[in-house]
């Protein structure tokens, strides 16, 4: 790589605080070899977004991520502004996968450089060498728990329905477990009393489709929930979401769990899947409280429209 400078964005809280313990190793390693950058941390919730943005706008051309899906998803936000217009257009964003799911590291097919020596190795050499590429993002307009209007950026994959639940559980409990046994247990604490919701989907120019969910995935990645593959045939760089709706009972969708880890479920009774650039999706019954899950935040409800924006970003990794 050049001598070009990057920001390198650690959240040390990431990981139960393995980002904390790694970071100083990854530093040394990027420093003996010659590289160019600054150190940031985040000490909350946006951080992240804002330490990207102000970076960004005074000309930095590459932003590398320590930190988990969410920290990533933060970051990723800081590409834009508030209003939503793209800023550092020819920036690289690096992700340094050291969180609780890694959802979306594995859809890139590397590691979690807290729990292996060759991940550090690896991110060293991928932020080092790589060379970056354009990958679509997702565009998200949507309602806050308080019922104003909100709008963010996702990289992987953006649903409603129980995932926003197991977000709330997930997020809420501690990390030391690990991202598949985590929510592997919130999905099944999500599920328990949960009941199937009524919503109104339509995707690009086509008619709503009333539909009863337990969940539906807008994805532009292939993972999420610590592990699930929901949408094995996903693309980050084929200009469209592959959307695809679990529309069954509680108990079916539970025998359905296997599957979904195996991403062998698509053509299972009760699975839907479609593609699209753009996905409009509003409760059936007015003043339900559909939950969003957004790279594994819950950051509101239903109403939301979701669009595609492809190749938004340059991607080293």
Known sequence: MSAEPFLLVVNPRAGAGRAETLSPRLVAALRSSGANFDVARTEGPQDATRLVRDALRRGCRGIAVVGGDGTLSEAA??????????????????????GTGGDFRKTLGTLNVARSGRGLEAAVKS????????????????LDHDGAPAQRAFLNIASFGVAGRVDQLVNAA???????????LGTLRGLAGFEPQRVRVSLDDGPARSCTIVNMAVANGR?????????????????????????????????????????????????SFERARVV???PESRGERVLLDVDGEAPGILPATFRIRPGAFLLRG
């Open 280 to 282: 409009h999706a509003v």
């Open 127 to 142: 932020l080092l060498d790589g060379v970056p590429r354009r990958v679509d993002v997702g565009w998200l307009e949507h």
């Open 174 to 184: 501690p990390k030391w477990m690990g991202g598949t046994p985590a929510f592997l």
């Open 77 to 98: 936000n800081g590409f834009f502004d508030v209003d939503g217009a793209p800023l550092g257009t020819d920036a690289w964003l690096g992700p340094v996968s050291c």
């Open 223 to 271: 993972f999420f929930g610590g592990g699930m593959m929901i949408a094995p045939e996903a693309a980050l760089d084929d200009g469209q979401f592959d959307v695809v709706g679990i529309e069954r009972s509680i108990a079916a969708s539970l025998a359905l769990t296997p599957r979904v880890y195996a991403g062998t479920h698509l053509h299972r009774p009760g699975v």
